[in-house]
């Protein structure tokens, strides 16, 4: 199983990737800006999510479609 982030590239464990769209996040009031990178990801079973820490709030499930692998 291959996982991907919006462009096609290939993702990893511990990669990192930039929120493309701004996403507000349910259960808070936090707003994850458009550019913000977000650093070590961990992959999961479903090939559409990842989990991530940002600054702001911890244990998040992000969708690969909202996100582009920065190298």
């Known amino acids: 199983m291959t996982i991907k982030d919006s462009?096609?590239?290939e993702?990893?464990?511990g990669d990192s990737v930039q929120v493309?769209?701004?996403l507000k996040v349910?259960?808070?009031s936090v707003t994850l800006k458009r550019g913000t990178?977000?650093?070590n990801i961990r992959l999961t079973d479903d090939e559409e999510l990842i989990e991530c820490n940002a600054d702001k709030v911890k244990g998040l499930?992000?969708?690969?479609?909202?996100l582009k692998k920065v190298s």
Not at 61 to 66: A, E, G, V
């Open 37 to 39: 990178v977000i650093k």
């Open 26 to 28: 349910k259960g808070t």
């Open 61 to 66: 499930i992000l969708k690969t479609c909202f």
């Open 11 to 13: 993702l990893n464990d």
């Open 20 to 22: 493309i769209k701004d």
């Open 7 to 9: 462009n096609g590239t």
